[in-house]
């Protein structure tokens, strides 16, 4: 009889999302064999035992690890809010930015097969990963990286586990390190205004215009005059270059001193950056938003049929 180790289940776990004693159950009944053990699950629970793979993970940690002039910035997402303050989820995010720092993956990809054991799961990232999801009952995901080698000196910043931020500069440290607070606080979205992505003028010259249409068709109803078409245009240029001073950061006000720009204050203190880069957690992930009222009904509706 093949002998069926904590490690395997949790493995099992990890896959199917299963309870523990179901999953050491099938893996009895294949004789310790993970294919056949899922395959037993999938007919024995059917959509009970669903993948956490399947799952949103919109909360997570952003960890930095750096040696010598090299640096990395990563994020790990989960499920909930909870795990995050695990020690279990917090060495894996760790680790995984110093794997980035020492052996430079290509992709996330690269990046799981990078060797490392955790609390008996390994030999890789990725193992400790997927044996993580067993043992916590959570699924969780390595979602990006960026690694820092180009020479520039760094200065990060980390607001909690939840923003992060690498700044690449030349000069004063004490002035990059308050450049990357700024960044955590202001959330620019590129460093000039010419570095701003063309998709985001785009879109906000079209509410620029959009709002422009609605103050007319207002004018029209009160009977007031219209701005003329040349007015009109340079009223929804002027709005987008100031948006484009609000969101690049060499043009917004300094946090710790808003008389000057954070333009200003790096030139006072002798400083250039070169690049910056900013985590926040989450971003751009649909949290799933629970209806409790509606999950109520939906039972109650299901058990009215089922009588």
Do not use: W
């Amino acid at each position: 009889m093949a002998v069926i180790t904590a490690r395997m289940v949790a493995e099992l776990r990890g896959k199917t999302d299963a309870p523990m004693m179901e999953c050491k159950r099938a893996l009895t009944e294949a004789e310790g064999d993970m294919a056949k053990a899922e395959e037993i699950l999938r007919v024995r629970l059917g959509s009970k035992a669903g993948k956490a793979s399947s799952r949103i993970t919109a909360e997570g940690v952003v960890a930095y690890q750096a040696e010598g002039a090299v640096g990395a910035l990563f994020e790990i997402n989960c499920e909930t809010d909870f795990v995050t303050k695990s020690d279990s989820f917090l060495a894996l995010a760790n680790a995984a930015a110093a794997a980035v720092v020492k052996h430079n993956p290509a992709d996330l990809a690269a990046l799981g097969v990078c060797a490392y054991q955790q609390e008996g799961f390994g030999p890789t990232l990725e193992d400790v990963r997927k044996g993580l999801i067993g043992k916590i009952g959570e699924n969780m995901t390595f979602r990006r990286f960026k690694r820092f080698a180009d020479g520039n000196a760094l200065a990060h910043y980390l607001h909690g586990t939840r923003i992060g931020v690498v700044v690449e500069y030349q000069g004063n440290e004490t002035a990059a390190k308050d450049v990357a607070m700024h960044v955590a606080a202001m959330k620019p979205v590129a460093l000039a205004a010419q570095d701003v992505s063309a998709d985001l003028v785009t879109r906000e010259r079209s509410v620029a215009a959009a709002k422009a249409a609605e103050d007319a068709a207002v004018a029209t109803a009160a009977g007031k005059p219209v701005q003329s078409p040349e007015i009109v245009t340079k009223r929804i240029e002027g709005g987008v270059q100031k948006y484009l001073k609000e969101v690049s950061l060499l043009n917004q006000p300094f946090v710790k001193n808003d008389k000057q720009s954070v333009e200003q204050m790096l030139k006072a203190a002798g400083t250039t950056v070169k690049s910056f880069t900013l985590y926040v957690v989450g971003e751009g992930i649909e949290k799933k938003v629970d209806d409790f009222a509606a999950e109520v009904a939906a039972q109650v509706a299901a058990a009215q049929q089922s009588v």
